[in-house]
């Protein structure tokens, strides 16, 4: 599979660190940003202008806004898109391909951690997800309003979760506890709570570790009480509703 990467930014640069095993090619007009990838991924092509699509599966990492000044020439062999916010039927008026598929990756993919949603022709699925398994988890969904739903879930709420990160380790620093020594539990625990979600459900592993009048049962009252739960809840519907607003 040829690949062809339309943009180096945050999210493109995090998906090539995974992606550099394939063959691929990068498209990126900063030059600076160029000589900065080059070094780390000597073997990657990189250019500066957009190639003809013919023979390429092309993923598609620019900004929303940044498409419609974008000129493309000849047929794709399939065009993953990460643009949030970017239906497939504006994909076709731009870009001519054999297949269209919308994924939405998050910024772990920098680590092949990300959890990546998919949706799109399933003529084309089992190369998409191949493709997005180098950067980490992938779950195919069946349209694209659950794919606009998993923008919150998924791609937006990793910085939901940094401020939580950084709201526990304020927390701990206000009591005494020395910030470095903080955030050092941060990487951990979110990866350790992770592991167990993967198999347990969320409320029993709250349950799990709430005993009946203790430290934990104590914490969770002030969330509770300060409508966390229902923050997060709007987060989500708010995520949605601004993915729709992008169309």
Request: hydrophobic fraction near 50%; glycine fraction near 8%; proline fraction near 2%.
């Given at each position: 599979m040829r690949l062809l990467l339309i943009g180096a930014?945050?999210?493109?640069?995090?998906?090539?660190k995974g992606l550099a095993g394939f063959d691929i090619t990068v498209v990126e007009k900063s030059k600076n940003r160029i000589n900065e990838l080059k070094k780390l991924y000597p073997t990657v092509t990189f250019l500066n202008e957009i190639p003809n699509l013919n023979g390429y599966i092309v993923i598609l990492a620019v900004k929303p806004q940044t498409l419609p000044h974008l000129k493309f020439e000849g047929r794709a062999e399939a065009l993953i898109s990460i643009l949030a916010g970017t239906p497939v039927f504006k994909l076709k008026e731009k870009i001519e391909a054999k297949f269209y598929i919308r994924a939405m990756p998050n910024v772990a993919a920098l680590y092949q951690k990300a959890v990546t949603s998919v949706v799109g022709d399933e003529g084309f699925?089992?190369?998409?997800?191949?493709?997005?398994?180098?950067?980490?988890?992938?779950?195919?969904?069946?349209?694209?309003?659950?794919?606009?739903?998993?923008?919150?879930?998924?791609?937006?709420?990793?910085?939901?979760?940094?401020?939580?990160?950084?709201?526990?380790?304020?927390?701990?620093?206000?009591?005494?506890?020395?910030?470095?020594?903080a955030y050092e539990y941060l990487g951990g625990l979110f990866e350790g709570v992770g592991a167990v979600l993967e198999n347990t459900h969320p409320a029993m592993f709250k349950d799990m570790v709430t005993s009946p009048g203790g430290t934990t049962a104590a914490g969770l009252y002030v969330l509770e009480e300060n409508g966390v739960r229902s923050?997060?809840?709007?987060?989500?519907?708010?995520?949605?509703?601004?993915?729709?607003?992008?169309?």
């Open positions: 930014g945050n999210m493109g640069s995090a998906m090539l699925k089992e190369e998409a997800l191949k493709i997005l398994s180098s950067i980490g988890k992938t779950v195919w969904l069946n349209s694209e309003k659950e794919l606009d739903i998993a923008t919150g879930l998924a791609a937006s709420s990793p910085a939901w979760l940094a401020t939580v990160a950084e709201a526990l380790a304020d927390g701990a620093v206000n009591l005494g506890l020395p910030r470095d020594k923050a997060f809840i709007k987060a989500v519907e708010s995520c949605y509703n601004r993915a729709k607003e992008l169309v």
